[in-house]
Nanobody, 123 residues
Framework: QVQLVESGGGLVQAGGSLRLSCAAS????????MAWFRQAPGKERECVAA????????YYADSVMGRFTITRGNVKNAVYLQMNALKPEDTAVYSC????????????????WGQGTQVTVSS
């Protein structure tokens, strides 16, 4: 069992930055791949970034490539999403998710989810 709690969301102007954090419980966190998903009103949930258990492999959606960075801290049992050069279209509820070992981009592949944190980017 893994429990996930996100933090760091908020309101920011376009061009600004936010850092999301996802704190995980469980002794085997280092064996889980982690991902950040987002869902805007009326849109499907999409994977914006993912990282495998070792941190050696990452994935980014084209829409955030070069602006967002996913990292993990296995000592602190946390995963982070640094978001720079934010755009109004980045506005969404951001959720972290966990699955065993290898990252995936489909939400159905993830067994554990946090409650989500709202990110709003004003123009």
């Amino acid at each position: 069992q893994v429990q996930l709690v996100e933090s760091g969301g908020g309101l920011v102007q376009a061009g600004g930055s936010l850092r999301l954090s996802c704190a995980a419980s469980g002794r085997t966190f280092s064996s889980y791949a982690m991902a950040w998903f987002r869902q805007a009103p009326g849109k499907e949930r999409e994977c914006v970034a993912a990282i495998n258990w070792s941190g050696g492999t990452t994935y980014y959606a084209d829409s955030v490539m070069g602006r967002f960075t996913i990292t993990r801290g296995n000592v602190k049992n946390a995963v982070y999403l640094q978001m720079n050069a934010l755009k109004p279209e980045d506005t969404a509820v951001y959720s972290c998710a966990a699955r065993w070992l290898i990252a995936a981009t489909s939400p159905v592949e993830y067994a554990y989810w946090g409650q989500g944190t709202q990110v709003t980017v004003s123009s």
